[in-house]
């Protein structure tokens, strides 16, 4: 397991555990003066040196070490991400009291185009989004939230996914937990720093293996794959698909775009990543 998992996850997976969705993380006044300032703050101010650091980055290959350092230590105590696969999803949405789609600040902050790809979440009846400054999208304090039903809120990712989305869990000042996002590399800001080496976010909880017997080795996984982590190779004349574990970030989108069911996912551990499916490594709320 995870870093996460290991501090907030009281042996689960931290993401499933319901204390970090808790109310009493909602209410904490620190948090409130978190999200009130979130999209100008957070979302703006990184959107806005993203470029420089792109082009340093573009030059040497890396950033300063002590930059590098910095931007992740305040990731991972205010707004810190990981990959989270549709089927664990499904578990969180099912579980929660509401939910709440809005806009993206990652993709407005790019190029001012409104796209619903975000959802808060929550499992108590208040939630953390009523802070929010909606005047960042131009809109009143009360316009651009969506309530959604589980089933909704679901079939909307599902949607995403087989356009190319990633889904991701974001902390509001860890450990809570406020929102599921779906974007791409392209987009989010969160997987744009991981692409310069920045670990805003962690890998998710599993890796891809691929079936050899069903593979035919189409390319389709390899296209979709945003991490770089699947190629094929020639085995006995014939093409196959192969996975880099240590690139995967187990987000599952070879799996849903494989038209021969060639891809699952498995548990990350040594054990896991040879034996068992993902469902045997998901734990319940």
Same mark, same amino acid.
């Given at each position: 397991?995870?870093?996460?998992?290991?501090?907030?996850?009281?042996?689960?997976?931290?993401?499933?555990?319901?204390?970090?969705?808790?109310?009493?993380?909602?209410?904490?006044?620190?948090?409130?003066?978190?999200?009130?300032?979130?999209?100008?703050?957070?979302?703006?101010?990184?959107?806005?040196?993203?470029?420089?650091?792109?082009?340093?980055?573009?030059?040497?290959?890396?950033?300063?070490?002590?930059?590098?350092?910095?931007?992740?230590?305040?990731?991972?105590?205010?707004?810190?991400?990981?990959?989270?696969?549709i089927e664990d999803i499904r578990t969180i949405i099912e579980k929660a009291a509401t939910v709440v789609r809005m806009p993206c600040a990652c993709r407005w902050a790019a190029d001012r185009k409104e796209k619903r790809c975000c959802y808060s979440v929550s499992y108590s009846p208040e939630t953390w989004h009523d802070n929010l400054?909606?005047?960042?999208?131009?809109?009143?304090?009360?316009?651009?939230?969506?309530?959604?039903?589980?089933?909704?809120?679901?079939?909307?990712?599902?949607?995403?996914?087989?356009?190319?989305?990633?889904?991701?869990?974001?902390?509001?000042?860890?450990?809570?937990?406020?929102?599921?996002?779906?974007?791409?590399?392209?987009?989010?800001?969160?997987?744009?720093?991981?692409?310069?080496?920045?670990?805003?976010?962690?890998? +998710?909880?599993?890796? $891809?293996?691929?079936?050899?017997?069903? @593979?035919? /080795? !189409? *390319?389709? %996984?390899? =296209?979709? &794959?945003?991490?770089?982590?699947?190629?094929?190779?020639?085995?006995? +004349?014939?093409?196959? $698909?192969?996975?880099?574990?240590?690139? @995967?970030? /187990? !987000? *599952?989108? %070879?799996? =849903?775009? &494989?038209?021969?069911?060639?891809?699952?996912?498995?548990?990350?551990?040594?054990?896991?990543?040879?034996?068992?499916?993902?469902?045997?490594?998901?734990?319940?709320?």
């Open positions: 397991m995870c870093e996460l998992c290991t501090k907030h996850g009281d042996g689960k997976i931290w993401y499933k555990n319901a204390k970090n969705y808790a109310n009493d993380l909602v209410s904490d006044l620190r948090r409130r003066q978190y999200v009130q300032n979130f999209l100008e703050g957070t979302i703006g101010e990184g959107m806005s040196s993203l470029g420089r650091l792109e082009t340093i980055f573009g030059k040497k290959k890396k950033l300063p070490d002590r930059l590098v350092s910095a931007m992740v230590t305040k990731a991972k105590e205010e707004h810190f991400g990981q990959v989270v696969p400054n909606m005047s960042y999208f131009g809109k009143a304090s009360n316009e651009g939230f969506e309530t959604l039903t589980g089933n909704e809120a679901i079939a909307q990712m599902e949607s995403l996914e087989e356009e190319g989305a990633i889904h991701t869990i974001w902390t509001m000042v860890t450990p809570f937990i406020g929102a599921i996002c779906n974007c791409t590399s392209h987009d989010c800001l969160g997987l744009r720093t991981l692409a310069m080496h920045v670990e805003t976010l962690s890998k +998710g909880e599993y890796v $891809a293996q691929i079936d050899p017997e069903l @593979c035919n /080795g !189409c *390319g389709g %996984c390899e =296209s979709v &794959c945003q991490f770089d982590a699947i190629s094929r190779q020639v085995v006995s +004349g014939d093409p196959i $698909a192969v996975v880099n574990r240590s690139k @995967c970030y /187990g !987000c *599952g989108l %070879c799996c =849903s775009h &494989c038209p021969q069911g060639a891809m699952r996912l498995v548990g990350n551990s040594v054990v896991d990543m040879v034996r068992n499916p993902i469902k045997s490594a998901t734990h319940s709320i």
